[in-house]
């Protein structure tokens, strides 16, 4: 996108900056000789050229995109929503990553027995928070320059997530990287209930605030977000669906998130699979229980939808017992953690016929249950007290961890013996 001096003083003035097609917001200046010559005193080679480009054209800001990473097969929604920069208020600055990086190589160095140079292979330079980062081979080689991510895995109970820290190679370098970055649904539809890009359009509307030169580059630039939108209903209509991965997951996903059993249909008449995965390692299936959408999810069911070991826990919040005795039947697993989210929703005749399996299976199982429904009272009834104390905030009221603490005994003394 060609700009007049005009339009690049006002992106300057606005803290806004193009590169490789994205916008960036609150962008600092670019980076200076004295800061380029720091950083290169800790890394094993120099910056890489397209991380260089980008830190002349800002050396830091914000960025308002979607971004998956695959990471061994799991579809992993990537959280990349700030550059690095010194003096950054996020979790940590750039500075404060590559100190803590130093830290982390010296200390691997030091378990595996090797030597260490004092000096970094990779360059943290983007992610959000501690959750997620993305770093650039900094090392010569044939992979100086390219983006690895890394993302934190979550606990067992956050069904259908990223479950043990991660890393994946995902661009050659970081021209790349912003060119993989989309918007997976419209963040200019009115009905888009979430996007990514929703401070980013914030930022641009400040453009108003300088009249009609103001106005036009605001235009031009959301311009810029809409060919980064992931339409996928043009190549549903000409048949070509089926041979876009990134689109035919995205239309499958959305059917699944709607329950939309037509919609659904005919993307499988389309040639889609639908046992295929779209989020994590969730297909349509795992996809139309965690939203609720029984009807869809047994007509998946009716045509032959594999079930997968965990799809009983992402489930357990909505199933209906005959629905759980299905999964349960179809190969589903049972987990103390389905049988509590199950009991955490009232739905205590689902919680039934999830702990049964694991009542049966061995006293090593029942006793895993019966613990983590104990612990879950426990931690409801501490929780409830300081919420009444004032200690804690929740948008729930003390009187609801107290219930749901008082349906996990009940269901305790009525079940687990």
């Avoid at 032959?304 to 909505?318: C, F, K, N, S």
């Avoid at 005959?322 to 039947?329: I, K, N």
Wanted: charged share 25%.
């Amino acid at each position: 996108m060609d700009l007049s001096p005009a339009e690049r003083q006002l992106l300057q003035d606005h803290h806004l900056a193009l590169f490789e097609g994205c916008v960036i917001f609150d962008t600092q200046p670019p980076i200076d000789a004295a800061n380029l010559a720091r950083l290169e005193t800790h890394l094993n080679g120099p910056v890489p050229e397209q991380l260089l480009r980008l830190w002349q054209t800002c050396f830091g800001g914000r960025v308002g995109y979607d971004l998956e990473v695959v990471y061994n097969g799991h579809r992993h929604p990537f959280s990349f929503s700030e550059l690095f920069y010194p003096g950054s208020d996020g979790y940590r600055d750039l500075w404060g990553w590559i100190e803590h990086e130093l830290e982390q190589a010296e200390e691997a160095a030091r378990a595996a027995g090797h030597p260490w140079s004092g000096k970094l292979d990779y360059l943290p330079f983007g992610g959000f928070e501690y959750l997620e980062r993305l770093y650039v081979c900094v090392t010569p080689g044939p992979e100086y320059g390219a983006v690895i991510a890394w993302s934190r895995g979550l606990p067992p109970a956050w069904a259908g997530s990223l479950h043990q820290d991660s890393l994946a190679r995902i661009a050659d370098d970081v021209g790349a990287l912003l060119r993989l970055l989309a918007y997976e649904a419209d963040p200019f539809d009115p009905e888009t209930e979430y996007s990514s890009a929703s401070e980013l359009l914030e930022a641009l509307d400040e453009l108003d605030n300088d009249g009609e030169a103001g106005m036009a580059l605001k235009a031009r630039l959301a311009a810029l977000l809409r060919q980064r939108v992931l339409d996928w209903r043009p190549a549903l209509a000409d048949g070509s669906l089926a041979n876009q991965p990134r689109l035919r997951q995205l239309a499958m996903l959305d059917a699944a998130e709607h329950g939309d059993i037509e919609r659904l249909d005919a993307l499988r008449k389309a040639g889609c699979d639908l046992s295929e995965a779209l989020r994590g390692h969730a297909a349509s299936l795992e996809c139309c229980l965690q939203h609720g959408h029984l009807a869809a999810a047994n007509w998946l069911l009716d045509q032959g939808i594999p079930v997968q070991a965990d799809t009983l826990l992402v489930a357990a919040a909505q199933v209906t017992p005959a629905l759980a005795c299905r999964l349960l039947d179809m190969g589903a697993l049972s987990d103390p953690n389905a049988v509590l989210s199950a009991v955490a929703q009232g739905h205590m005749e689902s919680a039934e016929v999830m702990a049964r399996p694991l009542l049966e299976a061995s006293q090593a199982s029942a006793d895993a249950l019966r613990k983590a429904l104990v612990e879950r009272a426990e931690q409801q009834r501490r929780d409830a007290k300081r919420i009444k104390a004032g200690k804690l905030y929740s948008n729930l009221g003390f009187e609801q961890y107290l219930a749901e603490a008082e349906r996990m005994e009940t269901f305790l003394r009525q079940h687990v013996h």
